[in-house]
């Protein structure tokens, strides 16, 4: 055969090339959808200081972009999104040291939160957040992240954990009941910008 031969473009080869150009259009997508989540969790985290009620009791709307964040980006970018604003967050509005048991807990809730919008076998949206939202709540907010304050900060000297999450956490599931609410009328807004993974239409979910 003729090194001068020219190749000719098959369908195939076309196809395949489309496919390649939609999934990097997909990944840029993406990309860009972390830095905005992330970009949104930063500002959520100041207005919170903001609204401080007492030094234990504090509402904030982090939650709310961070549960968004892993249902539309995944496990994977889902926790990327809760580490970057949380780390970009401690160095915005610095409170000492960095606690890395937070810094896990506040990552394992976006890698909890798209594991459990994506495992769990319901075909509707507003109950996987539902879902989602309890699930993160009690095992990142309630439990590792209560944990690591109890342990880190030294409140173990002198309190049980039960005694300290009585006396210093048990409002946080009223924030997070607040966040959980609020990811409800988002749930449209998403669906029509596309950023929600599609659900087989075997249960009405509103579309």
Known sequence: MSNTQQEIATPDDQEKK??????TLSETRKMTYTAAFA???????IIGQYLTLTPSFKITFIYLIWL???????????GLVCFISDILGAFILPKG??????????TMYGVIA????????????YVKFLIMGIVCTGL????????AIWYGYGYYKTLSFPAYFVAFRTMQPVVAAINIALTIPMIPLLKKLKMLPELKPNVKDGG
């Open 18 to 23: 489309v496919v390649r150009s939609q999934s």
């Open 39 to 45: 970009a949104l969790a930063v500002v959520m985290k």
């Open 68 to 78: 968004m964040a892993a249902a539309c980006l995944g496990i994977v970018r889902g």
């Open 97 to 106: 040291d960095i606690n890395p048991f937070v810094v896990l807990g506040n």
């Open 114 to 125: 798209g594991a459990t919008f994506r495992l769990v076998p319901i075909k509707n949206h």
């Open 140 to 147: 990142c907010t309630c439990l590792i992240n209560s944990a």
